[in-house]
Nanobody
Framework: QVQLVESGGGLVQAGGSLRLSCAASGRIFGSYVMAWFRQAPGKEREFVAGINWRSSTAYGADSVKGRFTISRDNAKNTVSLQMNSLKPEDTAVYYC?????????????????WGQGTQVTVSS
């Protein structure tokens, strides 16, 4: 079993920055793909970014490219999402996810393990 715990969410003004972290524990290996998704009220869960064990990355919507950066520390089993130049439309619950198949899927259904989520609210 794998447990994921997110932290770092909060309230920030537009243009500000936040850094989300996800700590993984249990039967998780460095080969797992780690990803961040987000879900705004009334919307589907959306792929934000993913990273594999080689630290190759993939980003979802064009709106986050160049503003968000995903990274991981395999020794500590953590993954982070640095979010800069935040916009009100980034407001959502952000979820950490993990999958052991080695491919950075953008489909939430592909991921076996999920954290409880952390709220990010960006005020205008």
């Amino acid at each position: 079993q794998v447990q994921l715990v997110e932290s770092g969410g909060g309230l920030v003004q537009a243009g500000g920055s936040l850094r989300l972290s996800c700590a993984a524990s249990g039967r998780i290996f460095g080969s797992y793909v780690m990803a961040w998704f987000r879900q705004a009220p009334g919307k589907e869960r959306e792929f934000v970014a993913g990273i594999n064990w080689r630290s190759s990355t993939a980003y979802g919507a064009d709106s986050v490219k160049g503003r968000f950066t995903i990274s991981r520390d395999n020794a500590k089993n953590t993954v982070s999402l640095q979010m800069n130049s935040l916009k009100p439309e980034d407001t959502a619950v952000y979820y950490c996810a993990a999958d052991g198949r080695g491919i950075i899927y953008q489909d939430a259904l592909r991921y076996d393990y999920w954290g409880q989520g952390t709220q990010v609210t960006v005020s205008s």
